[in-house]
């Protein structure tokens, strides 16, 4: 047994000198992902900032519609394009989508008429079709900001009010669920397409075939590539955490070890996949279609771009049977919402039953050349 043990050790070291000593390996498994993170964190960044881009045409010379531009330029809500001076340019720029909509202050914005005590005015927004959506919710911005005005002049009592009450938790944001995917496409990345590409590499050039004419055995072999794969996977994994958390300032907020333990888990489940398909390919014109096949499945209905919750009810039941979204589930459980491996015992079902048939398949499939 012990020298069973020390030739699965013997081919760790060996697949993972191979490993970073492969250039192109290296930027797929962990500069590839790491490109991911930067396009989408930066996406997801500041997507609970509401903003419009605007065009702000002041036809009004009242000291009140002056100081009402200055505090709308100011604002975080309100981006001004200062490209557009006249309402021509306001069209030219909304109709190439460069700017939502067009708000105008008329002549008498802002003016005191004869009987009134207060200046008065109605600003009016000018929107494309296609923009509905965001004149809708800027009118609605601006009536809740001129209402505030409108308090300050004309202060009234409201019979009818309402309070608000901040719970002591704090919900996911738009980027936990994008990195809990983008974790499961570096996954796929490397329990896959690693062995994809590099089992019909090592047939072809007959490697293989001279290892199964020594006492090595296929459970020795696969043992072998599980722990490189899964050393691998944490130093990878472990790259996209630091930057995610120093960048992007995620909060881990789980138990790191029972964290690694189930990325360790997850690995090995899609790692089977892999094995699978390269043990049974004899060249890369087999592998290439039959692991597109599985993994865009995966990719685009585990979560892994998108949270699924976004999808119709009857597709949520279908790909929460796929192998990589309980994965995808359980380290945004345990990462962003501090749940215990004893607490995500459905995820731990699903993967098990999934590892048992991955792995009897790939043992079953694999061909030594």
């Known amino acids: 047994m012990n020298k069973q043990l020390y030739t699965v050790g013997t081919f760790v070291r060996i697949n993972t000198k191979r490993f970073f000593r492969d250039k192109l390996a290296l930027f797929f498994s962990i500069g590839f992902p790491v490109i991911f993170l930067f396009v989408f964190g930066s996406l997801n960044s500041g997507s609970s900032?509401?903003?419009?881009?605007?065009?702000?045409?002041?036809?009004?010379?009242?000291?009140?519609?002056?100081?009402?531009?200055?505090?709308t330029k100011k604002s975080n809500i309100f981006k001004i394009n200062d490209n557009a001076s006249t309402q021509d340019q306001a069209n030219d720029l909304m109709s190439k989508s460069?700017?939502?909509?067009?708000?105008?202050?008329?002549?008498?914005?802002?003016?005191?008429?004869?009987?009134?005590?207060?200046?008065?005015?109605?600003?009016?927004i000018i929107y494309t079709q296609n923009n509905a959506q965001s004149g809708a919710a800027l009118q609605s911005v601006l009536e809740t900001e001129f209402k505030s005005i409108n308090q300050k002049l004309i202060p009234t009592e409201t019979p009818f009010t309402v309070t608000s009450q901040q719970l002591n938790?704090?919900?996911?944001?738009?980027?936990?669920?994008?990195?809990a995917g983008l974790l499961g496409f570096s996954i796929i990345g490397m329990g896959i397409f690693g062995p994809v590409n590099v089992f019909p590499e090592l047939k072809k050039m007959g490697i293989l075939r001279r290892l199964s004419t020594t006492p090595l055995k296929v459970?020795?072999?696969?043992?072998?590539?599980?722990?490189?794969?899964?050393?691998?996977?944490?130093?990878?994994?472990?790259?996209?955490?630091?930057?995610?958390?120093?960048?992007?300032?995620?909060?881990?907020?789980?138990?790191?070890?029972?964290?690694?333990?189930?990325?360790?888990?997850?690995?090995?489940?899609?790692?089977?996949?892999?094995?699978?398909?390269?043990?049974?390919?004899?060249?890369?014109?087999?592998?290439?279609?039959?692991?597109?096949?599985?993994?865009?499945?995966?990719?685009?209905?585990?979560?892994?771009?998108?949270?699924?919750?976004?999808?119709?009810?009857?597709?949520q039941n279908v790909s929460g049977l796929l192998p990589l979204t309980p994965i995808i589930d359980g380290i945004r459980m345990i990462a962003t919402e501090g749940k215990h491996l004893w607490e995500i015992g459905p995820q731990l079902g699903l993967i098990g039953i999934w590892i048992i048939i991955i792995y009897v398949i790939a043992f079953r499939v694999f061909r030594w050349e």
């Open 49 to 71: 900032n509401v903003s419009f881009r605007v065009a702000l045409l002041n036809n009004s010379s009242s000291a009140f519609a002056k100081n009402f531009v200055d505090t």
């Open 98 to 124: 460069q700017i939502d909509a067009t708000i105008v202050l008329p002549k008498d914005f802002g003016t005191i008429k004869p009987g009134d005590k207060v200046p008065t005015g109605q600003a009016q």
């Open 169 to 179: 938790t704090k919900s996911l944001s738009s980027f936990d669920y994008t990195f």
């Open 219 to 315: 459970w020795q072999y696969f043992l072998s590539t599980m722990i490189g794969q899964a050393i691998i996977g944490l130093i990878a994994l472990s790259v996209m955490f630091a930057i995610a958390i120093l960048v992007f300032n995620l909060k881990i907020v789980g138990n790191p070890i029972e964290l690694a333990l189930f990325l360790v888990l997850g690995i090995i489940t899609i790692l089977g996949i892999g094995l699978a398909l390269g043990g049974w390919a004899k060249n890369e014109r087999q592998a290439a279609p039959l692991s597109n096949i599985i993994v865009f499945p995966m990719m685009f209905l585990s979560g892994t771009f998108f949270p699924r919750f976004l999808m119709p009810e009857w597709l």
